[in-house]
């Protein structure tokens, strides 16, 4: 782990890596790479595999099969001690006994290096914390001592820095300080970072490459507006931000599909569908779907696909007002208006026309099932109020 | 990572690791365990074959290997009333030990605030005094014309007219020497109480003692149990406030061994009594922790 | 009425305090005392003399030697044997958990009687010659099992991230071991070193049936209580005391600073 300039980042590579506990399979086969330099964010509900994917990185945890390479070198076997891999803890796993300055510096004294007083001070400047290297790390807040915990990796120059849901602990204004705080290390020094986390917000804002990881295995990977703007599995569409999903059959091929669902007809252009059959669930974002009173259906482009139904819910947020819209097959899509949007609101009970364009439409894989990817309890909460 | 279980989660999962790891954990274990055979397994394994050798016939006052059953049975049917006595005497000590260790208790679990970690020390330090000496010195407390005598005695309650040299003595000495065992059991117990409980419970209209009956107390019951444990165990095999306390009629069991193993060398009688004392206090903690449904204790 | 009810429970902790210091008033109070008779039991006049004259009675400050010699030497080697068996026990996964559990539960459950008796029937069989080392041999068995509970606990307390976060920082598992986890550990095993020595100074009943000729201070103390404890017995036992508690109390202020200047911040 030569420290010094001229030093060259390497590609991570994990190669059907797989980690089995007793019978059940925390990761499954999984191979990707991660280019140098990137901030790769690593998403998904907790027990997705997403930390022991990190630990088999780190060298914590010992890989069933596969391996991990950075660069040609296959480290694989290297203990945690010898892979040029450093992670930022969840709850940070500052030593206690150790102040500020001594925490940073651990990693350079356990590799032998004599002087570290300069590049000690270098790294606290960078994380702004010189005037508190005497203390302790309880006498900080949360957020200081993520900062530490941050140079504390970084001082030893890894080829990868791995973090472990690093702002699970903080509040969530801190939270969106140091989100910025750790973009703007990042491009500072180039490293590689791998970032764990289960807040989908915090994963689409900071990464240039999300991965969603769902039973082991990853269900999507891309830029964020990409997998966002084009889930490619249920699971994505729902894990990843909201969507309007609604069962349907394939009607026409071509250039744009067509699927025809409860009387109406949806049309998308053909890349958007993923579907390998006649089934196919369309799907729409929330913030993409119009809401119209009925009687100015008219105002809506004509290529614009369209549902009708009742508003059942009206809630103002501030910056939008969310409608929940119950269709004739009892289906409740729910649509964000920005509140830009001079004139009236629709109100509860109005009759409504719902339109968003093909290109905002996508088409998934029904064989998961409608539900995958959400919220058990959210799945509980609508069950109640139905029956 | 949920920290359930810190073991788990440092130990080794691959396989090749786990063994060379075992060794190192025998490696660790080997020297302390080795020393708590030789020097508490063995010696209570001796203690029984002693207990029924019998008297060498050639020398008297020495010891064969035997198998007389009659040192048993001898020595309970000489010695029962200060067996008796022994678990009387420790079972009233612990009573009074838990009433009194328990509003202590109770205090510095929630109440104490910021004096707490010092109504700790407050707990402990008498232990740094000598046993002997504190005990020695109830003997001055206790003396027949001091105050605590002479106010009980100007309400008539006390049968002999005097404390010392009477079961009283030896009780209230026991009491004294093993509370702190009993408050920190507890205190122990009731700080792992979230107060919120006991909050919610006088929300729910429980009157204060109900709140105690049925929420604090069924609650606190490890500590109880652990405290009572560690009071009556001590307690039973004591005989030192019994010999500065009590009167010759006041003796316990520790004495009746203590005298037989040193003065009287009569190794069977003593290693009987001592390996009966073992067996009566092991099978009464057992049924009492099976009785108060707190196994995991151990 | 309210008021009463509230403070009642606090005004019992206080009586219940001060009952458990009342012995220890005497005994200090004593050390001043000239007794009239050889019996240090009744007050008579105050003197200074056996604090002055501390080692003035002959086989009082050679016992008390003995005893601080036999506390360090038994400490030293229960604390070591204490401190392996639990990080083994919170460390590592072995065969024999549940019956090493029980092994070192069961010293602590056993009345010091029948620990004493056995461990003379032991070396009476064997016929070897009670003294200094029997004592110790036997102090070092009824303190293990103390260390490995205070010891074990301090472990268990320990977040594993932190050995974690050494490894991922270069450490290799010694120097883990090294800058990391005994220092972490360090403050747990020198209360218990702590408690094992209190242990082994006070303690009388093991000690009196393995000692032979052997005098320690309790040894010392429960003879003199035959034909009259002098005063500087009280004056000794005072020292230790006043010792034990200022060590005490500056961990507690010391710990007490540090939660002052986290709460500053």
Known sequence: MPAGVGRTVEDLRLVNLTKQFGVSKAVDDLSITISAGSFFALLGASGCGKTTTLRMVAGLEDPTSGQVFIGEQDVTDLRAFQRPVNTVFQSYALFPHLDIFENVAFGLRRRGIKDVDAQVNTMLDLVELSALARRKPSQLSGGQQQRVAVARALINQPDVLLLDEPLGALDLKLRRQMQIELKRIQSEVGTTFVHVTHDQEEAMTMADTVAVMNAGRIEQMGHPADVYEMPRTIFVANFLGQSNLIQGTLASFGDVVEVAAFGLSFKMPSQRNVAPGHSVVVGVRPEKITVLDAHDETKLPSTHNRIYGTVTDVSYTGVSTQYLVETPWEQSIIAFEQNSIVGDRCELGDPVVLGWAPEHTFGLDPAEGIHAGLDRAVLELESDTEA | ?298 | MRWIREHVIGAIAVMVLLYLFLPIAVVIAFSFNNPASKFNLSWNEFSLDAWTQICGVPGVCSSFVTSVEIGLISTLFATILGTMISFALVRYRFKGRSSTNLLIFMPMATPEIVMGSSLLALFLNLSFPLGPVTVMIAHIMFIISFVVVAVKARLQGMDPRLEEAARDLYASPSATFRYVTFPLVLPGILGAALLGFSLSFDDFIISFFNAGTLVTFPIYIWGAAQRGIPPQVNALASLVFIAALVIVLSAQVVAWRKRKALAVR
């Not at chain 2, 165990?233 to 005298?259: C, H, R, W, Y």
């Open chain 2, 1 to 298: 990572m949920a920290p359930i279980a810190p073991a788990a989660s440092v130990a080794p999962s691959a396989a090749e690791g786990s063994k060379k790891r075992s060794r190192i954990a025998y490696f660790l274990l080997i020297p302390g365990l080795a020393w708590l055979s030789i020097f508490f397994v063995i010696p209570l394994v001796t203690l029984f074959i002693t207990s029924l050798q019998t008297e060498s016939t050639r020398r008297p006052g020495t010891y064969v290997p035997g198998f007389q059953i009659s040192n048993y049975t001898d020595a309970l049917a000489e010695y029962w009333p200060q067996f008796v006595r022994s678990f009387v005497y420790a079972g009233l000590a612990t009573a009074f030990a838990l009433v009194i260790a328990y509003p202590l208790a109770y205090f510095i679990a929630f109440k104490a605030g910021n004096w707490r970690s010092l109504m700790l020390v407050l707990v402990v330090a008498p232990s740094f005094a000598s046993f002997l000496l504190r005990t020695y010195a109830w003997k001055t407390i206790l003396a027949d014309d001091g105050p605590v005598t002479s106010a009980l005695n100007t309400l008539h309650v006390l049968p002999d007219g005097r404390i010392l040299n009477t079961g009283i003595a030896v009780v209230a000495g026991l009491t004294y020497n093993f509370l702190p065992f009993m408050v920190l059991p507890l205190y122990a117990s009731l700080d792992k109480i979230d107060y919120r409980l006991i909050e919610a419970g006088n929300d729910l209209y429980g009157s204060p003692q109900q709140v105690f009956r049925k929420v604090t107390w069924p609650l606190s019951m490890p500590g109880v149990v652990a405290g009572t444990l560690l009071t009556f165990i001590p307690a039973a095999g004591d005989f030192i406030n019994a010999e500065l306390l009590g009167s010759t009629k006041d003796k316990m069991i520790g004495n009746v061994i203590q005298t037989n193993f040193i003065e009287f060398r009569d190794y069977p009688t003593a290693s009987a009594l001592s390996f009966s004392l073992m067996a009566a206090i092991l099978i009464l903690v057992l049924t009492y922790i099976r009785r108060s449904g707190t196994e995991d204790l151990v």
